[in-house]
C-alpha cells in the first residue's frame, strides 16, 4: 500500500552493526506494527505500538527495539545485527474498529540480510 | 489464540471457483476469523473479514458454520493473478489486534 512506506528496502549489513528500518504513514493511523518473515513462513509480530506513548513485544522481541517518534513513524532497531535476523520485515498500520478486529495495511517490506 | 489448519498448497484452472477450508477447532467467543492475501516479495493484503455465517466482499465469500470449528473462503472464477499464498487467522477482538499468521495456502492459478 502506496500509503504505508518503508526504507530502506533492501539493506546487506554485517554482523555487529546496529541498523534501524523505517515505517513512515500517511493513513493517520494510531495503530503500528512491526513483522518479520522468514522464507516459507508466515509473518511473526516484532513489536506493536497503539499510539504514539504506547509500546508493546509481540511473539519475537529479543534482539530489536522499536521507537514511535510520532503518530506517523514507527522505527525498529536491530542493535547489534547477526545473521539470523536475515528476513523480510513488513511493517503495517490499523485503525481502531470497535471490537472487530482492525483491517491491518501492510508495507512494501525491507529485505535485510546481515553477512 | 486458536490455531490453525489449513492445505499446505491448492491447483486451480482460470475461472475455476477456489475453495480454501481452514479448520480452528479451539476458536473462542471474541475470536473472529479473517483472511489475507501474499503475492511474493509484498506485505500481506486483507480479503475478508467474518464472525458467523456468511459475509461477501467484491473479492471473496467466506463461510461460517453455526460451530464457527471451520471456514472457507471461495473465491470466484480465479484468475492467474489470484496466484498467491492465503493466510487464515484466528484475529481475537477488541484490544489486542494481533495477527499470528501460519504458513498459508499456496494457490497456483493454470492457464
Known amino acids: 500500500d502506496a500509503d504505508v512506506t518503508q526504507t530502506p528496502r533492501n539493506r546487506i549489513t554485517k554482523t555487529g552493526k546496529r541498523i534501524m528500518l523505517e515505517c513512515s504513514q500517511t493513513?493517520?493511523?494510531?495503530?503500528m506494527y512491526w513483522y518479520r518473515q522468514d522464507p516459507g513462513l508466515g509473518l511473526r509480530l516484532i513489536y506493536y505500538?497503539?499510539?504514539?506513548?504506547?509500546?508493546n513485544k509481540g511473539e519475537i522481541s529479543d534482539g530489536y527495539s522499536v521507537s514511535r517518534q510520532a503518530q506517523a513513524k514507527f522505527s525498529l532497531s536491530l542493535e547489534s545485527a547477526i545473521p539470523n535476523q536475515t528476513a523480510l520485515y513488513f511493517c503495517a498500520t490499523s485503525d481502531a474498529q470497535g471490537l472487530a478486529p482492525d483491517e491491518q495495511f501492510f508495507g512494501p517490506g525491507t529485505r535485510l540480510t546481515v553477512l | 489464540l486458536a490455531k490453525t489448519t489449513q492445505p499446505i498448497s491448492m491447483d486451480s484452472y482460470e475461472g475455476q471457483e477456489v475453495n480454501i477450508t481452514c479448520s480452528h477447532n479451539?476458536?473462542?467467543?471474541?475470536?473472529?476469523i479473517t483472511w489475507y492475501q501474499q503475492f511474493p516479495s509484498q506485505g500481506p493484503r486483507f480479503i475478508i473479514q467474518g464472525y458467523k455465517t456468511k459475509v461477501t466482499n467484491e473479492v471473496a465469500s467466506l463461510f461460517i458454520p453455526a460451530d464457527r470449528k471451520s471456514s472457507t473462503l471461495s473465491l470466484p472464477r480465479v484468475s492467474l493473478s489470484d496466484t498467491a499464498v492465503y493466510y487464515c487467522l484466528v484475529v481475537r477482538g477488541g484490544a489486542t489486534n494481533k495477527l499470528i499468521f501460519g504458513t498459508g495456502t499456496l494457490l497456483a492459478v493454470q492457464p
Open positions: 505500538s497503539f499510539d504514539v506513548k504506547d509500546i
Open positions: 479451539n476458536i473462542a467467543t471474541n475470536d473472529y
Open positions: 493513513k493517520g493511523h494510531d495503530r
